[in-house]
């Protein structure tokens, strides 16, 4: 297969996913990584005009108020924080999105950073929410070594050309016994397995899909240690699977109409969101335990005696 390799395992053996109007993937089927193959000029270019689009101007993304499902998976983040973040930690987070993780995290007493890639987002950050925010490439930039306690990277990842690099940056910004927490989409959620052409997974911006074995092994390569990992199902997985559903049958654009749904300030929406949430708590739950949510969230720490 054109001499392919897996960016994780460096195994070989590899299927190619045909997705219809969606990017191609390698497959790796020894560690369940899933990839694609592209330069750094084009991702840049595709990756920062979705970035505008999705943050610029009066972007609904970058309003204060969380939808049904963003307030759920929020709630997981910041329960994770509650059992392993240290009081008065000095955290650097990579991709703030709409800084709403820094913005919780300042609030109870800790010393926050971002560090943003796209111009248009940084500067929004800056202004709307007077956040920390270095506008700056996390892979390239010099923060100096064991500068920060924690590094935080949530559905940052998926998004690089090179996600050994960006682990093993992390580890060289991060105190000895300090801790990482990252997040990512799951390659081995149930969404992905039953529905890949209308889940979120499989997106021109993902240039790597996990499996919590390929994301385990990364880290390790890295030099971290692997402190807890999960696979938290949130409601809001199946309901982008309905809402890719809805947009396929009304020809919508994915990146278009980003929030649309999610965030619809319709009351019959609100509450068929929260029906919807918690009719499927049971079966959420059984995605979680047998390693089928669609996230994968991972606490790393870098060994105390690293010099």
Not at 159 to 185: M, R, S, Y
Request: charged fraction near 20%; aromatic fraction near 10%.
């Amino acid at each position: 297969m054109e001499n392919q390799h897996c960016p994780i395992c460096k195994g070989h053996d590899l299927e190619i996913k045909l997705l219809g109007r969606r990017p191609s993937y390698y497959s790796c089927r020894s560690c369940g990584h899933n990839f694609i193959k592209s330069d750094k000029e084009k991702h840049e270019d595709s990756f920062l005009e979705a970035q505008n689009h999705y943050y610029g101007g009066e972007s609904i993304l970058l309003d204060d108020r969380l939808s049904i499902f963003e307030n759920e998976i929020m709630k997981e983040r910041f329960r994770v924080f509650g059992k392993f973040l240290p009081k008065g930690a000095d955290v650097l987070e990579v991709g703030p999105g709409a800084g709403h993780v820094l913005k919780w995290l300042s609030r109870r007493g800790h010393q926050v950073t971002g560090v943003e890639h796209s111009q248009t987002l940084a500067q929004q950050l800056t202004d709307r929410h007077q956040l920390p925010i270095i506008n700056a490439e996390f892979e390239t930039y010099d923060f100096g070594e064991s500068s920060f306690d924690t590094f935080c990277s949530f559905h940052v990842i998926e998004h690089v050309l090179d996600p050994l690099a960006h682990l093993i940056k992390a580890f060289e910004v991060v105190k000895p016994g300090g801790l990482a927490f990252i997040a990512t989409p799951n390659a081995d959620s149930w969404e992905q397995r039953a529905a890949p052409k209308l889940g979120p997974n499989f997106d021109a911006a993902h240039l790597h899909i996990f499996s919590p074995q390929s994301l385990q092994m990364a880290c390790e390569q890295a030099g971290w240690q692997i402190v807890y990992q999960s696979t938290p199902e949130s409601a809001g997985g199946w309901a982008r699977v309905f809402s890719g559903l809805l947009r396929a049958i009304r020809q919508e654009d994915a990146t278009e109409t980003a929030g649309k749904y999610a965030r619809s300030s319709s009351t019959a929406v609100r509450i068929i969101a929260s029906i919807f949430q918690f009719v499927t708590i049971p079966s959420r739950l059984l995605q979680r335990r047998l390693g089928a949510g669609n996230e994968i969230f991972t606490v790393l720490q870098k060994p105390h005696n690293h010099v």
